[in-house]
């Protein structure tokens, strides 16, 4: 496809060789307009080399536009705290990945998951210190699931896992690794290092279920794991 440089750059070459031609036509030596045309070609010549950098501006600046939109678009779907997903990003994932698995008959399974007793972290050591931490669970949260997974902060100190092409006892089997890793992992903020546990609920796609019937299901199962001690 032709771009307007490109036809900007022929008829500016077109121009000049018609001036040349002109200038070396012997029938028009000694015509006192040749001084003229001369001046009215290099006024031209002048204007034309504005007009392209002005296009190559316009050009550099369309390119600049196109970054900081994409960019934009980037920070309305990123958690700015962990780096994972925000609430809007896993909402539209959620939408996009069970439609898929709807029409291709896949499973797909949704995990909620929340910290056990968090608010004691920022209570003991402060806000600071308890944002420290949940990056760090971020982390973790991140190393048990697959690059096709999904990993989101829910709100708060609540995470939202999306598993395509993962049945109910597959999310189970992450769900416990999940459990398991940030149970083994000491969050060395401080000095001793804080330990936490996290409570997960698993719900995995049925037949006919859309996408608030599966969050619904694996919140009732997270309610039940918090109301049964947690962890």
């Known amino acids: 496809m032709t771009s307007h440089h490109q036809v900007f750059d022929s008829l500016q070459a077109a121009e000049a060789d018609r001036y040349q031609q002109l200038m070396a036509d012997e029938r028009f030596k000694g015509n006192p307009l040749l001084p003229e045309l001369q001046q009215l070609h290099e006024q031209y010549r002048a204007l034309a080399q504005k007009t ?8 550099q600046l369309e390119t600049q536009l196109s970054n ?31 439609s898929r698995a709807s029409r291709h ?20 050591h402060g806000f600071n210190t308890g944002d420290d931490v949940l990056v ?7 190393g048990c699931i697959r ?23 597959g999310a189970l089997a992450v769900a416990n690794k999940i459990r398991e890793s940030v149970a083994m992992t000491e969050f060395v903020i401080n000095k001793p290092g804080i330990r936490l546990t996290i409570s997960l609920g698993v719900c995995s796609h049925q037949n006919g279920q859309n996408i608030f019937d599966a969050v619904t299901g694996a919140d009732q199962a997270l309610h039940k794991a918090k109301m049964g001690g947690g962890n």
């Open 105 to 124: 008959q896949r499973a797909i399974s949704v995990i909620i998951a929340d910290l056990d007793t968090f608010k004691r972290v920022n209570d003991a």
């Open 52 to 59: 392209e950098r002005m296009l190559k501006e316009k050009s």
């Open 147 to 169: 690059n096709e997974d999904f990993c989101g902060r829910w709100g708060g100190e609540e995470f939202m896992f999306l598993l395509p092409e993962t049945d109910l006892e």
């Open 68 to 98: 900081m939109n994409r960019s934009l678009n980037l920070a309305t779907r990123i958690d700015p705290m962990t780096g994972l997903g925000n609430r809007r990003a896993m909402m539209e994932m959620l939408e996009q990945e069970f």
């Open 136 to 142: 760090e669970v971020a982390r973790v949260l991140r």
